[in-house]
């Protein structure tokens, strides 16, 4: 039996998505983002869940929504259960899958990372577990001479030479320079493209790798969407935001949707470390982020020397407005594959919003409200860990003996840094303290190869 599409990404496609390969239903209607959101906190506000306004009582609860959303809108797009049933399959012949924020197998690097401005909806073909491997974010001018092409294709070889994914925007130029030296390499590939999905799945060069598991692309627009500029430079944050380092090759000055994103990394979001080309010849556009805090690329020439550009502090990030609030606190593992599409005749609903909101307020949307427990201890949350010190002189060492026997828990299996930050939701820097404080103990060690911290096996047994 084939699994249904999960009827959180049911309906934020029927609320939000164009459904190009259908007709009949006009732009303006779509719900935007934020429209979307609203409606979602206003029906947890009311004590209702989305999934009510296909209810057998859907058109009360449509007038009670009428301050948020014309009621006759409501109905317009909820009522295309039909015309979404017909694109689905139309994507299911392509291979593509969809996920959305409410889905355990979203991209946990994006949830964490981006939060609210996380893409209510991911399209992809291929692994949806590479995306959360990190890598080298790749990105630069489209326009560019073949010696800025070679070299860039070498960055791409020598991240798959050291094991490291690629992380790139699929554009012409720089973008697929770095994925096909990369891929040409044997290396592996994540691909956020800005437009045209289904064309790029459907071509026969990216086939192959997309069943073999070497390159995964994702769009948060429609898979049939043309270029369009804007969509462009939204989707550069989702580049930063699945790497652990970026390095641009090429950028104009002031200008492009490279420099918009490279500066709003530098100035605003702080995700991971930027670095600049430093060799063939400086540029206004290169100089200019080098003055905002961009580093110079050190040109590894081996393995182990692209693994140490990844030991660079990375620049602690800066909150979003809900800084202690995850997206959905019931988030499960990441790296799960896809559920098959398929849309049944039945209730839909909408992943919850991401706005605060008190603890009166209903369950998360979607899910039956329950009392909402008292959360454990960190420490008892792993049992098996080492015992957590009952002495501490100060808050820092309190909160350490907190998080220590967690830290220990998750090093059973090797993480990087950037990994173990995500999953305790804290900075990069905090997570590499207490990764420090922890070898300088000889609880855990470093390793190269898979990279990252595992606790020693001695440890365990202490």
Known sequence: MTPALSPNTQAILLLTAPLIAGRGTSSSDLLSPGEYKRLARHLREIQRQPADLVSPDAADLMRACQPVIDEARLQRLLGRGFLLSQVIERWQARAIWVVSRADAEYPRRLKVRLRE??????????????LES???????????DDSLIDYTMAVGRLAARAGRTLVSGGAKGIDQAAMRGALEAGGKVSGVLADSLEKTTMNREHRNLLLDGQLVLISPYDPSAGFNVGNAMQRNK???????????????LNKGGTWTGAVEQLDKLKFVPVYVRSTGGSTPGLDALRSKGALPWPNPQDADAF?????????TPVPSPQSGLELFSEDGPSGVAPTTLSVPET?????APNEPVPPSAAAPIGEPHEPTPEPAPLAALTPEAKPVPTTASTPA???FAAVRGVIQELLKTPMKDAEVAAELDVSNAQAKAWLQRLVDEGVIEKQKKPAGYIVKQSSLFE
């Open 117 to 130: 401005d996380a893409p209510a909806v991911l399209y992809g073909c291929g692994d949806i577990a590479l």
């Open 134 to 144: 990190g890598g080298l974010a790749v990105v630069g001018s489209r326009h560019v």
């Open 238 to 252: 989702l580049i930063y935001a699945l790497a652990d380092a970026s390095l641009v090759v090429s950028s104009d």
């Open 307 to 315: 693994e140490a550009v990844f030991e660079a502090a990375a620049p």
């Open 347 to 351: 209730t839909l609903a909408i992943d």
């Open 397 to 399: 060492d309190t909160l």
